[in-house]
T-cell receptor, first 114, second 115 residues
Framework: DSGVTQTPKHLITATGQRVTLRCSPRSGDLSVYWYQQSLDQGLQFLIQYYNGEERAKGNILERFSAQQFPDLHSELNLSSLELGDSALYFC?????????????FGPGTRLLVL | AQSVTQLGSHVSVSEGALVLLRCNYSSSVPPYLFWYVQYPNQGLQLLLKYTSAATLVKGINGFEAEFKKSETSFHLTKPSAHMSDAAEYFCAVSDEANAGNMLTFGGGTRLMVKP
């Protein structure tokens, strides 16, 4: 158990809909990362927050957005869903911003868009 | 930009045999390198990481990896495979050229262990 929790575990929805994925980092961790794992794209970094502020952006679509709240939990919002958004979405947390810090991964949310 | 190449999307070994999973990276500055393992329907678990200390890094479950700058490699080895090692393995790189220290992953190698 990494100490990172993600809800829900599974999500099935239809094209055009909007969903919210939730992540609670390990106690004491200030950085939260979101990654997408799909068969065709592999594991890709989406976005990072540090202590409530957006820190870095990767290959995140404009239809996707995220935020980190004062209690440090984070939410990833996916809207106007398409079939190709079906994937496993991971949240990871780390203590801060130091180079080489270990990122601890949650169990993921499996999203299926029908 | 940093990148990672894992040679061999599938590797099959017999139980008790040597495990060798290959990883080559590209980074414009000294890298931090990681190996993660993913068991079916689970998240990623850190096996080991290189952060510019010793070039030979020992990790959990008997795995180790050697950082070779001249070869831009960070191959993962284990002397004797167990059935429980069957999983997908990901090599990843980060460096301080990126503001957030995000990880760039290779495509993964699925390790199969035959009895």
């Amino acid at each position: 158990d990494s100490g990172v929790t993600q809800t829900p575990k599974h999500l099935i929805t239809a094209t055009g809909q909007r969903v919210t994925l939730r992540c609670s980092p390990r106690s004491g961790d200030l950085s939260v990362y979101w990654y997408q794992q799909s068969l065709d794209q592999g594991l890709q970094f989406l976005i990072q927050y540090y202590n409530g502020e957006e820190r870095a952006k990767g290959n995140i679509l404009e239809r996707f957005s995220a935020q980190q709240f004062p209690d440090l939990h984070s939410e990833l919002n996916l809207s106007s869903l398409e079939l190709g958004d079906s994937a496993l979405y991971f949240c990871a947390s780390a203590l801060g911003l130091a180079g080489g810090e270990t990122q601890y991964f949650g169990p993921g949310t499996r999203l299926l868009v029908l | 930009a940093q990148s990672v190449t894992q040679l061999g999307s599938h590797v099959s070994v017999s139980e008790g045999a040597l495990v060798l999973l290959r990883c080559n990276y590209s980074s414009s500055v000294p890298p931090y390198l990681f190996w993660y393992v993913q068991y079916p329907n689970q998240g990623l678990q850190l096996l080991l990481k290189y952060t510019s200390a010793a070039t030979l890094v020992k990790g959990i479950n008997g795995f180790e990896a050697e950082f070779k700058k001249s070869e831009t490699s960070f191959h993962l080895t284990k002397p004797s495979a167990h059935m429980s090692d069957a999983a997908e393995y990901f090599c990843a790189v980060s460096d301080e050229a990126n503001a957030g220290n995000m990880l760039t992953f290779g495509g993964g190698t699925r390790l199969m262990v035959k009895p």
